[in-house]
């Protein structure tokens, strides 16, 4: 089987760029499972309705949000509505946060076909939520004792570090553990001794003439100036940054992870 995942979506750029990109790489790679990390869809921050339905529209099966998945109130719904839009799963229990951090869903071609996929977010520079690395044993024990062995884990972290620790400490327990959050792609694509894909930071789809999707002269002029400014997402083309992971279904191990980050404008003849 194989899974397609694409890394935070930035704005109207970047929900265009993965529309694009998975009519090019649908043909040819033939995913299973579409997932999508979407927390900065609205404009840069968090996520709406009226987005969530056109992700999918796309035939995309996951949504994965991250720190800003509360940014937009409209969005907040979005959680409780499908089961399919992902809020980290570490918030505390008595936490009262809509929706939940685990799926699991059947391919639209092969409805035997399972995977699950866990969101979890990291704590060094980030909210301290509880702690990812239990939290996400917990969730994929709970998994494997329903039988599902296909695991995708979504970990939204800003340290390197933090997510690569994680990844080591779930080998072999899951299928894949991509990294999100940071906007900008790892060339460490690589597939552990234990069977587990793994990636430090998939990359951000959006407009790459940015500073991580933003408006390049506004953030300049924050670090020159120190002044509060109001950041703004940039326009015009975007790129992506995504991976496609191939699983042996019947061990949960992989086989292959294949790294891509294109612009829009390399085969759009623009």
């Keep these: 089987m194989r899974v397609l995942f694409f890394g935070d979506v930035f704005g109207k750029s970047g929900r265009q760029a993965v ?27 968090g996520i709406t309705p009226k987005i969530v339905e056109e992700f999918f529209d796309m035939e995309i099966d996951v949504l994965t949000t991250g720190n800003h998945a509360w940014d937009q109130q409209e969005g907040h719904e979005c959680f409780t509505k499908t089961g399919r839009v992902l809020r980290p799963a570490n918030y505390p229990d008595d936490a009262p946060v809509p929706g939940t951090g685990v799926v699991v869903v059947s391919s639209r071609h092969n ?35 329903k039988g599902i062995r296909n695991i995708l884990v979504d970990f939204h972290g800003e340290a390197s570090s933090e997510k690569q620790a994680f990844t080591y400490y779930v080998e072999g327990d899951v299928s894949a553990v991509v990294g999100t959050h940071s906007h900008v792609q790892t060339a460490d694509e690589r597939i552990l001794a234990g069977g587990t894909a793994a990636i430090t930071d998939v990359g951000m789809s959006g407009c790459f003439d940015s500073v991580i999707g933003m408006k390049k002269e506004l953030v300049i002029r924050k670090f020159i100036t120190k002044m509060p400014t109001r950041f703004e997402p940039a326009e015009g083309p975007g790129g992506y940054g995504a991976v496609v992971i191939e699983i042996d279904e019947k061990t949960g191990k992989a086989k292959s992870i294949l790294r891509f980050r294109e612009s829009v404008l390399k085969w759009e003849g623009l």
Aim: charged residues 25%.
């Design 19 to 45: 529309k694009m990109a998975i009519m090019k790489l649908k043909p040819e790679y033939t995913p299973d499972f579409i997932v999508v990390n979407a927390e900065n869809a609205a404009n840069g921050k």
């Design 111 to 145: 409805p035997a076909l399972k995977l699950g996929v866990i969101l979890v977010m990291g704590r060094v520079f980030m909210d301290p939520l509880e702690c990812p690395f239990s939290c996400g044993k917990k969730e994929i024990k709970k998994l494997h004792e």
